[in-house]
């Protein structure tokens, strides 16, 4: 028994000592999928991003050994400054679009341009500076939550640190804690749920103010005040970027300039929700209807 109870115990350790490695990887981890497939053009430049308009033009694309292509000639052009909303169902490629223009990818044909320069041709650092991600679980790091707002910017003064964390509505759970954005993170820390973390990676995305936003909403189902929160954060975080927003819970996306409904690779319907509801048997409508019929989102449709 003694034996099995050391065993455990050491187990114990090392479990802890992995969830320390972790943590610490954190920052590593964050590029991996980029790093690992794709190299600087040779003479590749800093990408220069104002407006943040997105183009594919003619873009064909398909993973590795997948034997046929995702994309086929796909040309979509984001205005700058438009809130798009990508849906559809799980599969249809929203995740691979906003890869794409993020370059984790090359594509086989055709080009993906920010601001008129091919994705291809720039340093990805640039392109990862120009480029704020709120991820749909965001990895926060074993420090203090505003080491986690500051991420990336370790310029940021305490007061750009707060008005961030103001603006993302981190600040509701903040005012509740003993040692407010000092508070470390984590293990040993605090622990925050999901649409709390959500919170602070748009508290960081809204501090490195970027042109360009990719934000991938949580399909973990959020309390109702939460889900309040957080659309209102992202709302704030969006106004003048240019943001795609891979929706999950279409009540999110009523508000978007655009709404991109992908069907197996392809756009199939382009508008704002009022347009796209009211093509009875649309694809757009159909995931609607499916979703409050679940129970996934509770509002009318107009
Ligand atoms: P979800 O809502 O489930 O995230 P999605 O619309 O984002 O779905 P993608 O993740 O873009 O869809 O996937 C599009 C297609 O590409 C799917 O058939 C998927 O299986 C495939 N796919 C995605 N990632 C890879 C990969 N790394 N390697 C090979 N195939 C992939």
Do not use: C, W
């Not at 041709?121 to 965001?138: C, F, K, M």
């Not at 007061?159 to 954005?181: C, N, S, W």
């Amino acid at each position: 028994q003694f034996l099995i109870t050391g065993y455990l115990r050491d187990i114990g350790q090392h479990v802890r000592t992995i969830q320390r490695t972790v943590n610490d990887m954190d920052d590593v981890l964050e590029f991996r999928e980029a790093d690992l497939q794709i190299a600087d053009a040779p003479g590749a430049r800093p990408i220069v991003v104002s407006a943040g308009r997105i183009e594919f033009d003619n873009v064909t694309f398909g993973y590795e050994g997948a034997g046929r292509a995702l994309f086929r000639n796909l040309s979509v052009v984001i205005e700058p400054g438009q809130r798009v909303g990508l849906v559809g169902h799980s599969g249809a490629g929203k995740s691979t679009f906003v890869k794409l223009v993020q370059r984790f990818y090359d594509v086989q044909e055709g080009e993906i341009l920010i601001d008129g320069q091919n994705v291809a041709d720039v340093t990805q650092e640039s392109l990862r500076h120009a480029i704020g991600i709120v991820p749909q679980e965001p990895i926060l790091f074993h420090r203090s939550l505003a080491a986690n707002i500051a991420y990336g910017q370790p310029d940021a003064s305490a007061q750009e640190i707060e008005t961030a964390a103001h603006l993302a509505h981190v600040d509701r759970f903040v005012a509740g804690l003993p040692k407010g954005y000092e508070t470390l993170v984590g293990e040993r820390g605090i622990k925050l749920s999901g649409g709390e973390r959500q919170r602070v990676a748009i508290a960081r995305a809204i501090l490195a103010a970027t042109p360009v936003l990719i934000l991938d909403e949580a399909t973990s189902s959020l309390d109702s005040e939460s889900e309040l929160y957080i659309r209102d954060a992202i709302e704030r975080l969006s106004s003048g970027r240019t943001t795609l927003v891979i929706a999950h819970r279409l009540s999110t996306i009523r508000q978007m300039d655009r709404i991109l409904v992908f069907d197996e690779g392809r756009i199939v319907e382009d508008g704002v929700h009022a347009e796209l509801m009211a093509r009875p048997g649309g694809v757009y409508r159909r995931l609607l209807e499916t979703q409050m019929s679940t129970g996934e989102i509770v509002e009318a449709a107009e």
